[in-house]
């Protein structure tokens, strides 16, 4: 709170990005901030072969590089990060994907949010950062709010307008999460490799009575990622598909039967199935329309 000393550890995770990883930390040291207010980087190298790690050593001495062998992931590699720092007991946790570029005043926004909030309601929430793409400026990342009921895990993204907004979860691009919360839903789950953790998150926070809020405003930038598996790769066999969705950074089998079993009832086994269906079908009429052309 304002005129109290608020200590903020910023997370982040890396994995042959030096350049990406730099700009990003580039900005978190150009933020304006309170004179209250102080901040300590907590960075995991997971296994970066590009020379990231002594870079970041190099041009921010104060960051505290942590090692990883390479398979920890984004999910994994923010939980190490996580750890490390809640040892500390700060008063704010910040998640910080490092393809995210800060406005100057991004943590500013995000803990008057906070702030703001906690004068109605004391009860504890998270503040999404809202994020957008630096050409188009739409909204890429942030909080995400359920559009469908028959389908309790698809979500869109929710655009800011001037006020905190709640939000059933959120990306975990910028998310600044206060000390008191992190301390009652721990750290990320370490079940989740890469992209289902900090939904999950969310959903965790939630449940224990807490509230996620996007910011008033966008807070930095970011392009959106194509997540679509098999859009980005038509030439390939369904075995090789398979393969490929079941790794880390696809949507791997028992990762989304876990995070479907906590959030989708007795109907788990349905939502668990839906996307590989898709997938294979897919994948089916693809092969189908080769063939057909071929003969053609």
Known sequence: MKGTKNRIAILMTCHNRRETTL????????QVLPESVTFNVFLVDD????????????????????????????NRGMRKAFAEAMERDFDYYLWLNDDTILYTKA???????????????????IIAGSICDPESGVPT?????????????????????GKPLPCHTMNGNCILIPGEVAK????????????????????????KGFSILISPEYVGTCE?????????????????????????????????????????????????????VNMFLKATMLSILKCFRKKI
Request: glycine share 10%; with cysteine.
């Open 224 to 276: 959106r990622k194509n997540n679509s598996i098999y859009g980005r790769n038509q030439k390939m066999t369904l075995r090789e598909l398979i393969k490929k969705v079941n790794q880390p950074t696809g949507l791997p089998f028992k990762e989304w039967m876990i995070y479907t079993g906590r959030y989708t009832g007795i109907f788990w086994p349905f939502y668990w199935v839906r996307p590989y």
């Open 141 to 161: 990342y942030g909080g995400l709010i359920r559009y469908t009921r028959w389908h309790p895990l698809n979500f869109r993204i929710l655009k800011p307008r």
């Open 107 to 125: 943590l500013k926004i995000l803990l008057e949010t906070v702030w703001k909030v906690k004068k109605t309601d004391n009860s504890g929430c």
């Open 47 to 74: 296994g970066s072969t590009d020379g990231t790690g002594d870079a970041v050593r190099s041009y921010y001495p104060s960051v505290a590089v942590l090692e990883g062998d390479g398979s920890l992931f984004w």
């Open 23 to 30: 700009s990003c930390l580039k900005a978190v040291f150009k």
């Open 184 to 207: 009652a839903v721990g750290n990320l789950d370490g079940s989740f490799s890469h992209s289902i953790g900090d939904t999950d998150y969310g959903l965790r926070a939630v449940k």
